[in-house]
């Protein structure tokens, strides 16, 4: 079975500054996807950003981006510039290539600091 | 407006008694899932249906039953053998885009 572990249960980051959340996984598939989900106060997951196993770019979103290293399992996800809006619950998720449900990790609170 | 919609948006119920949560898309989507959240924890899978008519069980599918009698529609009925059903629950669902899950807003329901 596939498992999601976030190492980290809070974070913390000054307004504008760059903060690094940290994500691994553990699968013995080849091609899947990734995951990260913000959920803010109001609970509603917002998709972050994805990331397709055999593509070696690393993704990138406006001020979100990826670093994923296949061989270790880990996808974390960098948010530069952060911003009070940021300040929310992030969670990594994994899903099958040929599949889709999505197994998640425990989450990593963040806050920004004014 | 296209979306998931859940309601209602809190629910309390008596223990003991048997409550079911609505959601709703007008996606198109066709497979539909509903996840469990518990404070300061990720979300786990009760149960999913990738088609009308059919559904299949979750990580944590114990004390809950669903139907899928139509594809908009996805029902999640939390029985009485739910031994802690107070938590957060989300609806989601998936389309031909089928790497994106998309999240209704979710239901908080407290047993007392």
């Known amino acids: 079975a596939q498992t999601v572990t976030q190492s980290q249960p809070e974070m913390s980051v000054q307004e504008a500054e760059t903060v690094t959340l940290s994500c691994t996984y553990d699968t013995s598939e080849s091609d899947y996807y990734l995951f990260w989900y913000k959920q803010p106060p109001s609970r509603q997951m917002i998709l972050v950003i994805r990331q397709e196993a055999y593509k070696q770019q690393n993704a990138t979103e406006n001020r979100f981006s990826v670093n994923f290293q296949k061989a270790a399992k880990s996808f974390s996800l960098k948010i530069s510039d952060s911003q009070l809006g940021d300040a929310a619950m992030y969670f990594c998720?994994?899903?099958?290539?040929?599949?889709?449900?999505?197994?998640f990790g425990g989450g990593t609170r963040l806050m920004v600091k004014p | 407006d296209g979306g998931i919609t859940q309601s209602p948006k809190y629910l309390f119920r008596k223990e003991g008694q048997n409550v079911t949560l609505s959601c709703e898309q007008n996606?198109?989507?066709?497979?539909m899932y509903w996840y469990r959240q518990d404070p300061g924890q990720g979300l786990r899978l009760i149960y999913y249906?990738?088609?009308?008519?059919?559904?299949q069980k979750g990580d944590i599918a114990e004390g809950y039953s669903v139907s899928r009698e139509k594809k908009e529609s996805f029902p999640l009925t939390v029985t009485s053998a739910q031994k802690n059903p107070t938590a957060f629950y989300l609806c989601?669902?998936?389309?031909?885009?089928?790497?994106?899950?998309?999240f209704g807003p979710g239901t908080r329901l407290t047993v007392t």
């Open positions: 989601a669902s998936t389309g031909t885009e089928t790497n994106r899950q998309y």
């Open positions: 998720a994994y899903r099958k290539y040929a599949g889709n449900m999505l197994t």
């Open positions: 996606l198109n989507h066709d497979a």
């Open positions: 249906s990738q088609i009308v008519n059919d559904f």
